[in-house]
């Protein structure tokens, strides 16, 4: 039995995966033929079993599996003692002779020389055997320590350049991962740049709104505050009186802006405007061809030569008002969830500021009848 000293503990996993390697075939070829055995096998051992990756000789199923329980093995003898290993008999060794190896697979000679790896702990066996009792001589010992040798380099270049592959692969995951996290980054950066972007632009409405004295006030500012820091083609602002069928509308771009409006809808006409003073939601016109069908009733408004439009409710919470905003762009425009956010968040601030005129101007008309 070999001393604690001289004890190694197998290898976690093999160093090749169970499959015929040419190589390893070849060099399991030649110890075959150069002892005159009957099988000679290049086997890795570690604590999951043993595989083969040269054989020859090697009966079937094991030949196609190329791997083996530890169950059957003779070769974990020498990995765990990095010695070789001679039997002339394994029959008449009194711990050995139980292996199922002996038992029932029929081996009688074996002669197994450790494999090593870079840093010389055993790895596998570089193993001849036969079926027949065989009296090991110095000339064959020599050529199994050679080809072991041999066995050794090869082995430890393959498993070398597997490792350098894991660690490109483990490295472009890596890289990969790395490429996503700054992308990632890069957008939430770009989201939360255009978020503030969002948040300036209703600050400087409502900033501004607060000064507004009236109507014109208002438009003005909606025109300035709110269009071009849009890109919008056009922006209009609707009103009716509580009770009213009549929605007033003003194109902010178009001067004077009061007191006459620059068109006049129908509260049951199907244009966006009339829709979200009267059904309080948000009207999205996408193509051309919708806004063909909706635009025509109110020409001095934004028609359907604009691409995009979008109507959202403006609610006053004082004045017996209610209103609109539609602001409309010349080209296609994505209405996502942000734009359309901040459309209604502008428009809540218009309705802060248009509540306050529009309550000033009833209070005039009553003191200066």
């Known amino acids: 039995m070999p001393t604690q000293a001289q004890q190694f503990e197998l290898p976690t996993w093999s160093a090749l995966p169970a499959r015929p390697d040419p190589d390893f075939d070849r060099l399991a070829a030649v110890l075959a033929d150069r002892l005159g055995v009957s099988r000679a096998l290049v086997v890795l051992v570690s604590k999951g079993g043993q595989v083969f ?38 029959r008449e060794h009194p711990r050995l002779r139980s292996s199922i190896a002996v038992r029932e697979q029929g081996v009688v000679a074996y002669a197994g020389a450790p494999l090593v790896d870079v840093q010389g702990r055993p790895i596998g066996v570089l193993v ?21 040798d041999e066995c050794s380099r090869l082995l430890q270049a ?45 600050a400087r409405l409502s900033s501004g709104l607060l ?31 509580a009770g009213s069928t009549v929605v007033r509308a003003w194109n902010t771009s178009s001067y004077p802006w009061y007191p006459e409006p620059s068109a006049t809808l129908c509260l049951e006409d199907a244009h966006p405007l009339a829709t979200a003073v009267r059904e309080r939601r948000l009207v999205a016109v996408t193509t051309r061809e919708e806004g063909e069908e909706l635009f025509p009733i109110a020409r001095e408004l934004p028609d359907a030569g604009h691409e995009t439009s979008l109507a959202v409710p403006v609610l006053l919470g004082q004045s017996a008002s209610t209103g609109a905003l539609m602001v409309s762009w010349a080209g296609r425009r994505d209405l996502d969830q942000p734009v359309r956010t901040v459309v209604a968040d502008l428009a809540r601030h218009i309705g802060h500021g248009l509540d306050r005129v529009l309550l000033a101007a009833a209070r005039e008309r009553l003191t200066n009848p």
């Open 53 to 90: 990756p040269g054989a020859v000789g090697l009966a079937e199923p094991w030949n196609t599996r190329r791997s083996m329980p530890l169950s059957h093995s003779l070769s974990q003898e020498v990995v765990v003692t990095g010695d070789l290993l001679l039997l002339s008999d394994a």
């Open 128 to 148: 001849a055997g036969d079926e027949q009792p065989h009296d090991w001589t110095s000339a064959e010992i020599g050529v199994l320590v050679e080809l072991a």
């Open 158 to 202: 393959q498993a070398l350049g597997l490792a350098e592959r894991e660690a490109r692969a483990a490295a472009e995951r890596d890289e990969a991962a790395a490429r996503k996290a700054a992308a990632a980054a890069q957008r939430a950066f770009e989201e939360a740049e255009a978020e503030a972007d969002r948040a300036r632009v209703v």
């Open 211 to 241: 000064s507004a004295r009236s109507l014109a006030d208002v438009l003005r500012m909606v025109d300035r505050l709110v269009r071009s820091p849009l890109g919008a083609a056009a922006t209009v602002l609707a009103v009716t009186e």
